[in-house]
């Protein structure tokens, strides 16, 4: 029987962090959602796998069709501070989209993003492993949030793209902040998924700039009729994933 986790630093921090911003500032469904990520992290919630069950690679995906994959690894983390970064990002992130966007739609982007991060990591797998000449890069494994948060900060970014952010005190446009982190966490934290990551960016400027995410959004806004701000009163106010 797995012991729950119950006093690592990284939760206590993250209740820490949601007391400090009030739970009735976080909406609803992003407050969902680092609960469900919380709660199975601490198995509370039981799962019937382990994380390398559903860590996510093309050899797995592709090549063994372990489709459960694509969805399930963006809710295992590695460790409680994997978990807490992860999930201060989502909240940060979530108040300004889910507020954009109103609750169904930015849920359904969830899901979008969540999928399509997934693919677009098994298909640059494939593409660096040509490019390199590397059959390593098809098993290399990943699992987390970070390329959905990735993707998140991009689309904030695409719909404020005049705004700056400082990112270890450098000042940089909203534009290229996805891809400044990037690059940043690729040097400072070797161990961080570069794929995960890129797919995010890259996900993120399908959904804004792409017939892609122009028809999901018509399809849910025949739906979504709930209210919402404008995107001009979402600006982003994160400092990273």
């Known amino acids: 029987m797995v012991r729950p986790r119950t006093y690592e630093l990284g939760l206590i921090l993250l209740l820490v962090q949601i007391l400090h911003l009030g739970a009735d500032t976080i909406p609803p469904v992003t407050l ?61 992130k979530g ?64 719909h404020n793209p005049d705004s700056y952010q400082h990112i270890l005190n450098v000042e940089v446009k909203g534009t290229y902040a996805p891809w400044f982190e990037l690059f940043i966490i690729h040097l400072l934290v070797p161990n961080a998924s570069f794929k995960g990551h890129l797919s995010g960016i890259l996900v993120g400027l399908t959904y804004t700039d792409t017939p892609i995410g122009w028809a999901l959004d018509y399809f849910v806004d025949k739906f979504d009729k709930g209210p919402h701000d404008s995107k001009e009163d979402a600006e982003e106010k994160d400092v990273g994933a």
């Open 32 to 92: 969902g959602l680092v609960l469900v990520h919380t709660l199975l992290y601490m198995d509370i919630i039981r799962k019937p796998w382990r994380p390398i069950d559903v860590c996510i690679s093309a050899e797995t995906v592709w090549q063994e069709k372990d489709w459960k994959r694509i969805f399930l690894s963006a809710f295992e983390h590695g460790d409680d501070m994997h978990l807490y970064y992860n999930m201060v990002s989502l909240i940060l």
């Open 95 to 158: 108040r300004h989209l889910e507020r954009m966007f109103g609750q169904l739609k930015f849920l359904v982007l969830v899901v979008f993003l969540t999928i399509f991060t997934s693919m677009y990591y098994v298909g640059i797998s494939y593409g660096m492993s040509i490019v390199n000449n590397d059959p390593t890069e098809l098993s290399h494994c990943a699992i987390g949030f970070s390329a959905v948060l990735f993707a998140m900060k991009t689309i904030l970014t695409r």
